[in-house]
């Protein structure tokens, strides 16, 4: 360790996201976010804190004198912290829910006791509160990104399957949090920062295991960013084969988005799950139900739903195979909650169809790249034009 590796961690923070580069690689909220996110921490007791926050100040600016609260007490400095902190916070444009973990002393603080109060003998407050930490506790526990560190923990499922032949694995992770990658002992990126004992004993390293790229792509569109990166990996691997170094490319990413991705490179690559897990949720992904699930279904008229219905009936055959085909499309729709791995390869034969310059976007062309054409041409493009032109060699 050196002097650098030492950090102020408020300091750190600040100084972090003053920088607007560092907050877009993030990406940037509104700012009421916050005010959201502490209903996903601490549910009712949220709720309480943000009401208590509203008639403590409210109390202070319209009281008279002598009946404005008191700033003299330990309730008075967790109200402070507690509103001076989401304030500060909110006014950063990425906001995280982890942020306010700190707020849970002066939150508990403040408001726990008002959660025993009694209504007609019951505690309904308290009751809430237990509800929603057992929901909560099982949600994110077990089901929100729950497939990632299985996935990694049990990586049997990919790296056995593997020849000795192989030298490279490529992992897209798509719509997910960062996978950790403690379970990987991956060495560090910056070989500069690797201590002198690493290489005399390399613990983490098997020279019998291939090398692992984990690319993460986050919320990117799945019909362009993903797109345009495996595109990219399989005319490099294809590049490779002509070296004898074989490569393996594999995208990880939530079930509901794999008919999105298979159909925008249809004809181009092939698809073989080699993983899948149940449940995995993941918050990122939501919006792409309206586009599987149809919301027009949803309505209260009975009549048409009895019509719909008796049509779908004769169309099936029966009423058994009607029951049946529901509730297999049932299993169907509850399966897309889950977390797949797909191995990624070019078709066969159609290399030479893959229009990498339609898939790569293009940018404007400057006076100054139009005198060298070397420069206007795109990084991903020079890459894959030259795994391209390998290829078909």
């Known amino acids: 360790m050196d002097w650098s590796d030492w950090k102020c961690t408020p300091i750190h923070f600040v100084m972090y996201n003053l920088v607007p580069g560092n907050l877009d690689k993030h990406g940037t909220h509104p700012w009421y976010l916050h005010l959201v996110n502490l ?3 601490y549910g009712p007791l949220g709720i309480i804190a943000m009401w208590s926050s509203v008639k403590f100040f409210g109390e202070m600016v319209s009281n008279e004198w002598q009946k404005k609260p008191g700033i003299r ?8 912290t507690f509103v001076t902190a989401v304030g500060m916070l909110s006014l950063i444009p990425h906001q995280e829910a982890r942020f306010l973990i700190p707020l849970t002393l002066p939150v508990v603080l403040m408001n726990a006791h ?10 309904p407050l308290l009751f809430l509160w237990y509800m929603f930490n057992i ?12 497939g990632i560190t299985h996935f990694l923990h049990g990586n049997q499922h990919i790296l056995p399957s593997i020849s000795d032949n192989v030298a490279e694995v490529n992992i897209i992770f798509s719509h997910t949090y960062m996978p950790p ?5 991956l060495p560090p990126s910056n070989k500069s920062r690797i201590p002198k004992w690493h290489f005399d004993y390399p613990l983490y390293y098997n020279t019998k295991l291939p090398k692992l790229n984990l690319i993460e792509l986050g919320s990117k569109p799945v019909e362009v960013n993903v797109k345009q990166k495996l595109i990219e990996l399989v005319l490099d691997e294809k590049s490779n084969l002509s070296r004898k170094k074989k490569m393996k490319t594999f995208v990880a990413l939530p079930t509901m988005l794999e008919k999105k991705l298979k159909r925008s490179l249809e004809n181009i690559l092939e698809f073989n799950t080699v993983y899948y897990r149940f449940p995995h949720i993941s918050v990122e992904s939501l919006p792409e139900l309206s586009n599987i699930i149809s919301l027009e279904a949803f309505h209260f008229n009975m009549l048409e739903h009895f019509e719909n219905a008796s049509i779908e009936i004769d169309d099936r055959g029966g009423i058994t195979n ?3 085909n529901k509730i297999t499309d049932c299993f169907d729709t509850v399966s897309l909650f889950g977390f797949s791995v797909i191995e990624v390869k070019l078709n066969s034969d159609k290399v030479k169809s893959v229009q990498v310059e339609n898939i790569i976007p293009k940018k404007e062309t400057t006076e100054k790249e ?24």
């Open 114 to 123: 008002k959660l025993r109060v009694k209504v007609f003998g019951s505690k």
């Open 73 to 80: 007490t330990v309730y008075a400095l967790t109200m402070f």
């Open 39 to 41: 209903l996903i921490l």
């Open 181 to 185: 990658k403690f379970q990987l002992l």
């Open 370 to 393: 139009k005198q060298n054409p070397d420069t206007s041409i795109h990084p991903g493009l020079k890459k894959a034009k030259k795994g391209r032109i390998q290829a078909n060699q």
């Open 135 to 146: 929901g909560l506790g099982i949600f994110y526990g077990f089901t929100h990104q729950g």
């Open 322 to 324: 009607y029951i049946f």
